[in-house]
């Protein structure tokens, strides 16, 4: 765990003020800091309110402290533009970066991956300007992009094999991956494998092979037709051109995956995680975070759950590039809070089941199922039999007719059969 005299070590090579940037130095100074855990220990403790009101205090306290190692004065000077350097019109935006990084610190505080790394202290550090070694697998495609997924990551000083990275996206229009020729086929590589492992392992070793290379060769099409693209340019209508090769292209994938349906989810997984791209774990993203938009707050999912979407060919992202395959974003957005004390509260019950308040919950809970049970049963239709008319009481309670009924047994089964059942006798 880090000192707070450690704290502008922490937070190593900031690159320009952007939000992962925003997002490395608040959980730094209020998850990674020693000597003030008053947040952390609010998290640990389900107040989740009460810590994001103090974390907003904070900062709101940090912005008129020039002393204050959150003040935008205090921001090193590898964080803004080489070329101007530290401008005063760079506060507002430094300010505003903080503020909405208050969403995401609550978000990731509340993420089971991450529950360790609070109690720990763990620091944080960007990481999405690095590199990292690829794997054999993407390397033999020819892919050569080593860019890492998780744009921050959380580590241990003390354990160089524990990190988990964090990939941040903005919500609607981001993407999981824009990858063009080698990037394309290296992604589609890995989760051919996982596919087929994962969908087809009652076939044979050939049958499996015969599915990844033909998932293999239609990618392999895609982008010889992207690159295509690239050359478009000395068509007499290259816009044009290129739309008609992106629209080529497209038909291909949907094909593929309208034929391997939980293809798309194999690539997706590859494309959130990295995972399979890189040599080692580094590189890859445990968790994704979807930063705050306006009303809607920051929230956390492991990189698992991460929903799937059809691969978009594109066209050219700039003069000169080759045509790309679009895996877009697709954000889960809830409710302020909700995702987090879901998950505080899913953590606790599991790590103390022998809790009064566990136990009471426990109770209170089967007591609603009972509750809800017996409402449901009166809501249900009554059997025939209790629909019927019943007749008139007769005068005497039925009680007292069978101690003084002298009549033979033949006579009171006959009747028995004739008369009809009553609401009483039930």
């Not at 590898?78 to 609550?106: C, H």
């Not at 899913?346 to 199922?369: E, I």
Request: net charge positive; hydrophobic share 25%; charged share 35%.
């Amino acid at each position: 765990m880090k000192s707070f005299g450690n704290f502008s070590l922490i937070c190593e090579k900031l690159n320009k003020t952007h939000d992962e940037d925003s997002q490395s130095k608040l959980w730094n100074y209020f998850i990674a800091n020693s000597k003030n855990t008053k947040v952390r220990d609010l998290i640990l403790d389900g107040e989740i309110e009460k810590a994001e009101e103090e974390i907003k205090k904070e900062v709101e306290k940090a912005k008129g402290d020039s002393k204050h190692p959150l003040n935008f004065k205090n921001a090193g000077d590898e964080e803004f533009a080489k070329a101007t350097g530290r401008q005063s019109s760079d506060e507002e935006p430094y300010n505003n970066f903080l503020d909405d990084s208050v969403s995401g610190l609550i978000a990731l505080a509340g993420q089971k991956k991450l529950r360790s790394a609070v109690e720990k202290g763990l620091p944080t550090r960007v990481t999405g300007s690095g590199q990292e070694n690829l794997s054999k697998k993407y390397k033999s495609v020819g892919a050569t992009d080593k860019t890492p997924k998780g744009d921050v990551e959380v580590y241990d000083p003390d354990n160089p094999k524990y990190r988990v990275g964090i990939s941040m996206k903005k919500g609607v229009g981001a993407q999981l991956a824009s990858a063009e020729g080698g990037e394309l086929k290296g992604m589609y590589s890995v989760a051919a494998r996982n596919y087929v492992k994962r969908f087809h392992s009652d076939k044979s070793k050939e049958e499996r092979k015969k599915i990844e290379k033909e998932i293999m060769n239609d990618v392999e099409r895609v982008s010889a037709i992207n690159r295509l693209q690239k050359t478009s340019g000395e068509a007499p209508e290259p816009d044009k051109q290129k739309g008609k090769l992106r629209d080529s292209g497209q038909g291909i994938l949907d094909k593929l995956h309208d034929k391997y349906p939980q293809l798309t989810r194999s690539v997706s997984q590859v494309a959130t995680s990295g995972k399979g791209k890189f040599e080692t774990g580094k590189g890859t993203a445990g968790v994704v975070l979807t930063g705050k938009n306006k009303d809607k707050e920051a929230t956390a999912s492991a990189s698992e759950l991460q929903r799937s979407e059809r691969p978009r060919n594109a066209k050219p992202k700039g003069s000169g590039r080759p045509g790309n395959v679009k895996i877009d974003y697709k954000p889960l957005m809830n409710s302020k809070g909700q995702e987090v004390k879901r998950q505080h509260a899913a953590t606790f019950r599991q790590n103390n089941p022998d809790d009064p308040a566990v136990v009471h919950n426990k109770k209170s809970d089967a007591l609603k199922q009972m509750q809800a049970r017996a409402a449901q049963q009166q809501q249900q239709p009554e059997p025939q039999q209790k629909t019927e008319p019943t007749p008139a009481p007769t005068p005497e309670p039925q009680a007292q007719e069978k101690p003084v009924d002298t009549r033979p047994p033949s006579e009171k089964k006959k009747e028995k059969k004739q008369e009809p059942v009553t609401m009483e006798q039930e």
